[in-house]
């Protein structure tokens, strides 16, 4: 008897419908084809296990199982279920007639539980798209799927409650009224840290305005102990709320990863990752045998941070180029090539030197000119050039850190950096850019134009500091978003210079 039903698998971070096609005919054994890989292979053990506790039987005759298409590679364990409920039709003990209406997902332990899988909100997404009544999941992955509206969600624990379901005789229909706490109904904007913690640094709070504001990227040098890190980690307080569409692809990519958090619903907040720096290449970018997203993939829409960043391996660091300008990462292996979104703020931090006290007011550095020079190598000149800006952070003083002035709390910076972003969105109408960040060359001269004031300023700026064009693009950004800032449509002569004061790593003898 030959029955079909139907799942899927991820490819990057979207799903393809996969048809489960099961054959029984005279002969013994049990053949499992379409580019399987071993976790695939193994779930016929599973299935038995699973069927012989469950009360099924399974087939004593010739049974070939077909994954299509057979060009695509199918991995993981979310096959199991599609792959037992197909057998069970097959076999008289299951309807087939209900098999074509879902697409079905799910491991099964030993004992017929249904165990949670990654990347169920792209495959809902894709089962709405593709005509299909509903899907039939594991009960955790329930709020991951009743995202998608208009999409039957079918929640079971056990083999035994997708066959009741198939049969007509229960109802597993998910309701969404049993959400876990950290769900959908969660408001968005609640943050552990708050601006209004960090005492003195009005400089480096300014930049870190201006850096939410057109979404720009920014290097932190500063001796250790200068609040870099504090800073850092308080970035994602003062920017704007994500949208609907930004919250769906945040939540599709952390699924595809099997991150838990997505178990609890949309993801609502924007994401900061803080990768170790002895995180490896694939670690950051994502592939691997079973390919996954990578750091600057889960940190889209968001930040990502990088604490000590001269001590991530120069290989690690050059790769980031790409994603930085073309806000994508292609990973390329020799069974595979996965395009994942990459458009976040890179917020890197750094000593001056190897031992952390180079221009330090209050410390004397112990490193000769040639480490100190060496030190900063570490980072190329490209990579230095693809950050907008670069940000000295001095030491606070103990009377600043003791006194009792209130600090400005981050509601109040997002609030400036919302309205910025609202001229932003209203300037880039139409087009897929909605920050300054992302200008290329010919939205700058529609929407960058230069007083002559501003004009001899600029080119003193790089006559002096020797700026490369990608840097003078950056200056430019800069200051169409200090401007944002200070709601003028025109910019002028103090834009461009502060604009150019964040270029500290441009200028000749810095640090002496």
């Known amino acids: 008897m030959y029955v079909k039903c139907y799942s899927s698998a991820i490819n990057g971070i979207d799903a393809v419908v996969i048809t489960v096609e099961v054959n029984i005919s005279t002969g013994i054994g049990m053949y499992l084809v379409g580019l399987p890989d071993n976790a695939v292979r193994e779930s016929q053990e599973r299935i038995r296990s699973a069927f012989a506790n469950s ?10 199982v077909n994954l299509a298409p057979a060009d695509i590679r199918k991995e993981g364990a ?3 279920l599609p792959i037992a409920m197909a057998i069970l039709a097959a076999t008289g003990q299951l309807d087939p007639d209900k098999l074509s209406n879902y697409i079905i997902t799910g491991e099964l332990s030993l004992d017929g539980a249904v165990k949670p899988v990654r990347g169920v909100l792209p495959i809902a997404i894709t089962a709405r798209a593709e005509g299909y009544k ?3 999941v594991p009960y955790e992955n329930a709020p991951e799927a009743a995202m998608v509206d208009g999409l039957e969600v079918i929640a079971v624990k056990h083999i035994m409650e997708a066959c009741r379901f198939l049969s007509g005789l229960e109802d597993h229909t998910y309701s969404g009224e049993d959400l876990p706490p950290g769900s959908l109904a969660d408001p968005a904007g609640r943050f552990t840290e708050d601006f209004r913690d960090v005492r003195g640094q009005q400089q480096v709070k300014r ?23 504090m800073i850092a980690r308080r970035l994602p307080t003062i920017l704007t709320p ?22 609890r619903g949309l993801i609502r907040n924007r994401p900061f990752r803080s990768p170790h720096h002895m995180a490896s290449q694939i670690a950051l970018v994502g592939g691997g045998s079973n390919p996954h997203p990578g750091e600057i993939s889960l940190a889209h829409n968001g930040v ?12 690690a660091l050059e790769v980031l180029r790409q994603p930085l300008e073309d806000k994508q990462i292609t990973v390329s292996r020799a069974k595979y090539t996965v395009t994942y979104p990459a458009n976040f703020m890179l917020v890197a931090a750094m000593n001056p030197c190897p031992c952390g006290f180079y221009n330090h007011p209050g410390k004397e550095c112990t490193c000769s000119p040639g480490s100190v020079a060496r030190y900063m190598a570490r980072i190329s000149g490209p990579m230095l050039d693809r950050i907008d800006m670069h940000v000295e ?30 001229m932003q969105k209203e300037r880039f109408a139409g087009t897929p850019v909605h920050a300054n960040a992302m200008m290329n060359s010919a939205m700058l001269r529609e929407f960058v134009t230069l007083s002559p004031q501003c004009g001899s300023l600029l080119e003193r700026a790089i006559t002096t500091l020797g700026l490369s064009a990608r840097a003078y693009d950056r200056i430019l ?27 500290s790593l441009d200028r000749n003898g810095w640090g002496g």
């Open 134 to 136: 509903g899907v039939i």
């Open 477 to 503: 950004k800069l200051a169409r978003t200090i401007a944002d800032l200070d709601s003028n449509p025109e910019i002028e002569t103090r834009h461009i210079a502060e604009a150019v004061n964040y270029r």
């Open 242 to 263: 994500m949208s609907q569409a930004e919250a769906l692809e945040t939540t599709k990519i952390h699924s595809v990863a099997g991150k838990p958090g997505v178990l």
């Open 55 to 64: 009360g099924y039987r399974m087939s004593g005759r010739r049974m070939v």
């Open 304 to 315: 990502l941070f990088l604490d000590e960043l001269p001590e991530f391996g120069r290989s």
């Open 78 to 80: 979310g096959f199991d």
């Open 393 to 422: 952070v001095a030491p606070v003083p103990l009377e600043e850190i003791t006194s009792g002035a209130v600090a400005e709390d981050s509601a109040s910076i997002r609030d400036r950096v919302a309205g910025a972003r609202q």
């Open 207 to 229: 930049a870190m305005e201006i850096a939410a504001a057109g979404g720009h990227n920014i290097l932190m040098i500063g001796s250790p102990g200068s609040g870099k890190t």
